[in-house]
């Protein structure tokens, strides 16, 4: 699956915290020369959000009747899984509150974020009022969407997730207070190229944060992701890939 992009290494077009250099391939896929990977697939953005992220995660049968529930993602990108989650929720008739954490190195500016949703019309009323708020500094940024809360940390989310704690547990000063985590968006780039995303340590940490029984998805089946999520404390399944995509993984928090 092309990805959102996420912790990384300083590439020669990219610097951490600003807007990364772009080329665009047939008009409306953003790809990041740096990593060598679009943001999403070109067989279809918003059909491969729904079959990896919100199917992986089994969210149209887990969120009815919840009061709340928080989802987290390794790479916001272009927001595609956060509207594409907004929309998916939207469409319930019993809708929990929604807390969408979220990680990016590499924030697209104004103009790119809204070039990018342009290819998904169905999406514009909430995508419009992201772009309105768009405004990405360096740290943690919150934000009401579509009544739902984002909070995007801007900077290495190896250094970003220590910052949080989770409600329960002491308190420090200046750390986002957040719900466990029920579900994970794993999106980074491809693990050959953006290694660092799919760490042990920063997927222990992930494990941390999370509820038990709580959920992982991504498009990858890379062995060595298997068991970095593996020994963080999930267990793992394959599952049918994306458009043509032998694998992908999901997993629950033992």
Do not use: C
């Not at 992009?5 to 665009?24: F, I, Q, R, V």
């Not at 990041?32 to 992220?53: C, I, M, N, Q, W």
């Not at 709340?68 to 595609?80: P, S, W």
């Amino acid at each position: 699956m092309p990805q959102e992009t996420g912790a990384g290494n300083s590439k020669t077009d990219m610097k951490p915290n600003g807007a990364p250099e772009l080329e665009w391939l047939d008009g409306d896929v953003p790809r990041a020369p740096g990593f060598g990977d679009t943001y999403f697939s070109k067989a279809g953005g918003l059909e491969e959000t729904r079959h990896v992220f919100i199917g992986g995660n089994r969210l149209p049968e887990r969120l009815p009747g919840r009061e709340r529930f928080t989802i987290a993602e390794l790479g916001f990108g272009t927001g595609l899984n956060f509207l594409t989650t907004l929309e998916m929720v939207a469409a319930l008739e019993t809708a929990p509150k929604l807390v969408f954490l979220s990680f990016e190195l590499y924030p697209l500016s104004a103009d790119q974020l809204e070039r990018a949703l342009a290819a998904f019309p169905a999406l514009s009323a909430t995508s419009n009022e992201l772009l309105r708020a768009w405004a990405p500094a360096p740290g943690w940024n919150r934000v009401t969407i579509a009544g739902a809360e984002l909070l995007l940390g801007v900077g290495d989310a190896r250094e970003l997730i220590t910052d949080l704690v989770v409600e329960g547990a002491p308190e420090r000063d200046g750390s986002p207070v957040i719900p466990p985590v029920e579900a994970w968006y794993l999106d980074g780039f491809s693990p050959a190229k953006n290694p660092e995303l799919w760490d042990p340590d920063l997927l222990a940490k992930a494990a941390d944060l999370t509820a038990p029984g709580g959920t992982l998805a991504t498009y990858t089946a890379a062995g060595w992701v298997r068991r970095n999520l593996q020994a963080a404390g999930f267990g793992i399944e394959k599952k049918p890939g994306f458009a043509g995509k032998r694998e992908m993984i999901v997993g629950r928090k033992h």
